[in-house]
């Protein structure tokens, strides 16, 4: 029997090991929190990583020669650059001039509107008791608000920045990253961790594979429905429709807005019909053609992708809406390879 003294000294060295235990796990937690936003990032980049080096693998078996994997790499993303660069100046430079043409026209009939309104009694009571002064900004408004402008646009461009930086050098060097994260585990769950991140970069393949698909239709059904209802530049409305599409549910919202702009030019008929169409290819899209190509690819609950980019873009903004499903994808496969085969079902 030990001595009451010692009991005394292992009661307190338990508890002060689990008191440290507590600090430490908390001072986890909080540096996750604090860091969640480049988090996101990290994950993001990886994602980028996985897609680049099996595109890059694939251009390799269509050369007749064997490539270096920088060179390999070097060119995908080259090549995605400058089709992101010429893709968006076209964008811009063709929805412009429809832009111009739609907002003279709407000058012309505003002025109409107002030249009709401004012989009514009621109308000019109320230009008289309202003035011009108190209705626009004051200095300093204004200039908060062109502060948080630029600050948004700044911190999203230095986001994209470090993405695609990120994301370049885990494309170069896979296993450089892979090697030093399995260093840090023990020497038990080295190899058990290398299939894990195997089938995790499986997984996000797949995912990436489904969701190109199903934009790649809802792109092309868009396009295809717009030149049928003559609204303008139903090519470009098609190809941003299923670039924005990328963000399951909500990016549908996003591909609809230009298009609505455009044919309000072109009469209410035309504002109809586009939102007949929209709402046909939503529901097609969220209730056939991604369920079908996910199902295919990755299980993932309409549910939880849903909840997922809720929980996400509350606790990681923008990003976390863009990557919460690949991220639910890999969430799943960790809990159903760590938790359940390894530990419920081995029980």
Known sequence: MPEPSHRRERLISDTMTIIALIVVTLAAIGILFVARHFLMLVFGAVLIGVVVNRVAGIVNRWLPWDWKRIYRVGFVLLAAVLFFIGGSFGFASS??????????????????????????PIVKRFREEVSLGKMLPSSGKSLGLAKTLFASTFGALTDVLILVILGAYFSVSPKTYQTGALRVLPVAWREPAKTLFSDSAATLWRWMLGRLLATTIVGVCFGIGLALLGVPLPLELGVFAGLVTFVPNLGGIAAVLPALLLASGEGSSSVIGVLVLYLVIQFGESYLITPLVQQKQVELPPAMVILAQVVAGLLF???????????????????????????????
């Open 95 to 120: 929805i412009g001039d429809q832009i111009v043409k739609f907002s003279e026209r709407v000058d012309t009939s505003a002025t109409r509107v107002i030249e009709a309104a401004e012989d009514q």
């Open 317 to 347: 903004g923008v990003w976390g809406i863009m990557f919460a499903t690949p991220l639910v994808a890999l969430a799943l496969l960790w809990v159903r390879r760590v938790y359940v085969e390894n530990y419920l079902e081995s029980a």
